[in-house]
């Protein structure tokens, strides 16, 4: 192994002290792989390189000496199109696997079955009935349960091409609704919308650069509409979350205790770990885990128990190999999306043990555990007595856990947001906001999404951006490993309000904190939750402009995926470019290559949906930039 | 006199080329006035590689100027901007009027003449002149850099910067290794 300096790698002071170790017992990290990797491909890049089919790789020369086209005739646009609307057919496919695992839950719960889980959330079931058109007058709670899954399993089944999916429908402003079904952008079926990309970027099929796209965006839309039903009908199973004091980075690891890290994005397991590990304290102490067990989160599985149970999360996307090198790790269980494949091969070197949990989400080298809800509970107790018999084979001379924690307020779902509003203003909530809005105390509002990559220092670009704009007045949101990386930097206090915010929005943070009885201001940055939660910042803005009788392109707020990697994260910016926001991409996608798409996604997009793509790796300017989108909004509403 | 020391050359193994162009587009852009690959893509700049990966017989070889210690285009040169200097063959780009001469002389095709800068149209001049490859010596010096681009490029390392002393001295103590053991055995007196 190669050996390098870490000091710029993260800006999280426990990874890079994690990294340092690793260093010292030559242990490779995605850090080391990623230099391995220099220089990665110029045309992968530029997005010039096809591999649809075989008589291919053809690549298209970004300088224009070499070839214009490929073997079969497609020209720099059309492979650049073809293969990112491939990406974000396979984000809203990642994105709505989780959804139709949700909604078949609540179906097989409707029927009887799944003993082990049960509805929560009454309030939140009644609230989507309402919001579905499902009866509830006089219905049984099963029965009510049973018409909503079937009609979130209508989004997946529905053939009836200009039927929109039910959750869009629904959910948008009324407006938006018109102009994407007069542009032919709301799908009609999620698994549809996929299949119907992967066939029209198909050898031979769709060519044309501008219809390409416009599907890219269909296709984007189907992954909001996912991620939507997977949000809402969490909250019913689970718990709509409510603010809550957490903690978060490598220091939330107890050296006392069986330490178990849930890393993926679905709650069906890592709920019932959570429920379970209480019930298994005893066994852990007899074990001789004095502080018997301790759930710690990585990635979104990890916000969606943090949000809903306070469950500290340890860290987040890139840095998700570290906690294994604390020594102290004696599980890390995983379901889908986002687990690195290393993971097992970091932990031969320790007493740890990956844990798959998904049929079609195994590792080489982990052991399989596999996770049926009829056996939540069974499952979850085998996978926790597994971690309890490797605390028994932890070698306490290697145990290095950081001593840094930040405590971190979470739990903001758009209900939770709308709460504390009214103890400002219990008959009408969302008016402290408006008139704040209005008054120019907040300027706007920036939704942080997306991942970490090795090509930014691991959660630099997401700190200096969210202070750059919360110092002028702009409310922070963040979801996903955004919201990771501000917990960990301590963004997600009163203490950061108070340190970081303009004076405006930390006036308002701090009436709205104060009549909630959070005793300070609200945190600076609020987590919204995992990544399909980016659905309740649209819930809230939906709310927001329903309020004011204007369409969400109108209003003053952005979203922001500064570090950004996965096709989840190309098909999140997409919707969110589709309903109507600038924004800002912070890595790069591979469309350089094509002038015509790039042209297409960056300013066509503006005139045809009302969002475009902002793509700027400096974080400094981007800010700039966001901030004068906000002012472009503010001056259209005349503010 | 010391005698001249052979210049440096650019070798590529092609067992380890994978014909990904890597190569060539660090050599344009590292000849672009110091933009990195993004930017000049996106900028549309009429870069132009100095050295090119040819596929032949079913193997990739990079191929690019050998920097000739008897060089025909020095030769063939009218105005003297191909000229023998600072260990490699340069080519003084302000002198030289692209008559294509060497372009037509090199034995290894590694010379293109062409403009490097957006000319109008109507231009009394294509403003093309001699590109080869000048081993990185300004990129080098502007980055700090041993290596040249293509080189720091290869994703398989099949190219490498060779100076020809290091290079003998371990084909000598290769070969020497074996005679040495092959001589122990000689059973012939003379």
């Not at chain 1, 107890?254 to 849930?262: F, M, P, S, T």
């Not at chain 1, 970091?346 to 080489?364: L, M, P, R, V, Y």
């Not at chain 1, 704009?469 to 950061?496: D, H, I, P, Q, Y």
């Not at chain 1, 800002?584 to 960056?602: A, E, F, R, Y």
């Amino acid at each position: 192994m190669t050996h390098h300096d870490c000091a710029h790698c993260s800006s999280d002071a426990c990874a890079t002290e994690m990294l340092n170790l690793a260093e010292a017992n030559s242990i490779e990290t995605a850090w080391h792989r990623y230099e391995k990797q220099q220089p990665q491909c110029g045309f992968g890049s530029a997005g010039l390189c096809c591999r649809i089919c075989l008589k291919g790789p053809c690549r298209i020369d970004p300088f224009g000496e070499g070839p214009k086209y490929g073997v079969c005739g497609a020209d720099r646009d059309t492979i650049v199109a073809r293969h990112l609307v491939r990406m974000i057919a396979a984000g809203t496919a990642a994105h709505s696997e989780h959804g139709r695992h949700i909604a078949l839950a609540m179906q097989h719960i409707s029927q009887g079955e799944l003993h082990d889980y049960s509805i929560r959330d009454e309030a939140k079931l009644y609230a989507i009935a309402k919001t579905l058109g499902v009866a509830t007058e006089g219905r049984g709670l099963l029965a009510i349960v049973g018409d909503l899954a079937a009609i979130t399993l209508g989004d997946f089944q529905n053939q009836d091409y200009d039927k929109p999916c039910a959750w869009l429908a629904a959910s948008l402003t009324p407006r938006r609704v018109k102009r994407l079904g007069d542009l032919g952008l709301l799908p009609h079926n999620i698994d549809a919308s996929v299949a119907q990309t992967m066939s029209r970027t198909h050898v031979g099929c769709d060519a044309d650069p501008t219809n390409l796209i416009l599907g890219g965006l269909r296709v984007a839309m189907a992954d909001l509409d996912g991620s939507m039903l997977a949000t809402e009908l969490s909250d019913a199973l689970f718990g709509t979350p409510q603010p809550v004091v957490s903690a978060a980075n490598l220091g939330v690891m107890k050296r006392g205790a069986v330490n178990i890290a849930v890393n993926g994005h679905n709650p069906m397991l890592s709920d019932i770990i959570c429920d379970v590990a209480a019930d298994l304290r005893d066994e852990a102490i007899a074990a001789g885990a004095a502080e018997g067990i301790n759930i710690i989160g990585i990635c979104c599985t990890g916000h969606e128990v943090m949000m809903r149970h306070g469950v500290p999360l340890a860290t987040n996307y890139l840095s998700q190999e570290l906690p294994i090198l604390t020594g102290a790790l004696e599980a890390m269980v995983v379901d889908v999306q986002c687990i690195m494949p290393s993971l097992p091969r970091i932990a031969e070197c320790f007493h740890t043990q990956i844990i798959t949990t998904d049929k079609h989400n195994k590792i080489s080298g982990a052991t399989h555990v596999p996770f049926d809800e009829h056996k939540a509970v069974e499952t979850a107790k085998t996978i926790i007595r597994m971690a309890i018999a490797a605390f028994g084979r932890r070698d306490p001379n290697r145990v290095a856990i950081p001593a840094f924690k930040q405590k971190s307020i979470v739990g903001f779902s758009a209900e939770a947001v709308v709460a504390a509003l009214a103890k400002v203003n219990a008959d009408d909530p969302l008016k402290p906001l408006v008139d704040n809005v209005v008054n120019g105390n907040i300027q706007g509002i920036v939704l942080f999404v997306g991942c970490n990559t090795t090509k930014v220092q691991q959660d630099s670009a997401y700190v200096d951006l969210a202070k750059s704009l919360a110092k002028r007045n702009v409310l922070v949101l963040a979801t996903g490993c955004a919201a990771g990386a501000f917990a960990k930097a301590g963004l997600m206090t009163s203490e950061a309000t108070t340190q970081y915010a303009g004076e405006g929005l930390k006036g308002v943070l701090s009436a709205i904190g104060t009549a909630a009885g959070l005793g300070g201001p609200l945190p600076l940055v609020m987590h919204m939750g995992s990544c399909v939660d980016n659905s309740r910042a649209v819930a809230l803005a939906t709310a927001l402009a329903n309020k004011l009788g204007v369409d969400l392109s109108d209003l003053p707020l952005v979203a922001s995926a500064p570090e950004c990697m996965s096709e989840k994260a190309l098909a999140i910016g997409s919707w969110a470019v589709t309903i109507g926001l600038p924004t800002h991409v912070g890595s790069v996608p591979p469309v350089i290559g094509s002038q015509i798409v790039t042209k297409l996604v960056t300013e066509t997009a503006k005139d045809l949906v009302g969002g475009y793509f902002i793509v700027d790796t400096d974080p400094k300017s981007a800010g700039d930039k966001l901030y004068a989108a906000i002012q472009e909004r503010r001056a259209g509403l005349g503010l | 006199m010391p005698p001249i020391k052979e210049n440096v050359i650019i070798y590529a193994n092609p067992d380890h080329c994978l014909s990904c162009h890597s190569c060539e587009l660090a050599c344009a852009v590292a000849h672009s006035g110091g933009h990195d690959m993004i930017e000049a893509i996106a900028a549309n700049l009429p870069l132009h590689a100095r050295n090119k990966v040819v596929s032949v017989d079913g193997t990739a070889m990079p191929m690019q100027c050998r920097q000739c210690e008897d060089a025909p285009c020095t030769f063939a040169c009218p105005t003297g901007a191909c000229r023998q200097a600072d260990g490699q063959v340069q080519i003084v780009e302000q002198h030289c009027i692209g008559c294509k001469l060497c372009v037509m002389v090199c034995p290894f095709g590694a010379i293109t003449v062409r403009s490097e800068t957006v000319v109008e149209q109507g231009a009394c001049t294509n403003r093309g002149v001699a590109k080869k490859c000048d081993l990185c010596v300004d990129w080098r010096a502007s980055t700090g850099k041993t290596a040249p681009a293509c080189v720091e490029a290869c994703p398989t390392k099949a190219i490498r910067m060779v100076d020809l002393d290091a290079y003998r001295i371990a084909l000598r103590e290769a070969r020497a290794r074996e005679i040495a053991k092959s001589h122990r055995h000689m059973r012939v007196q003379f």
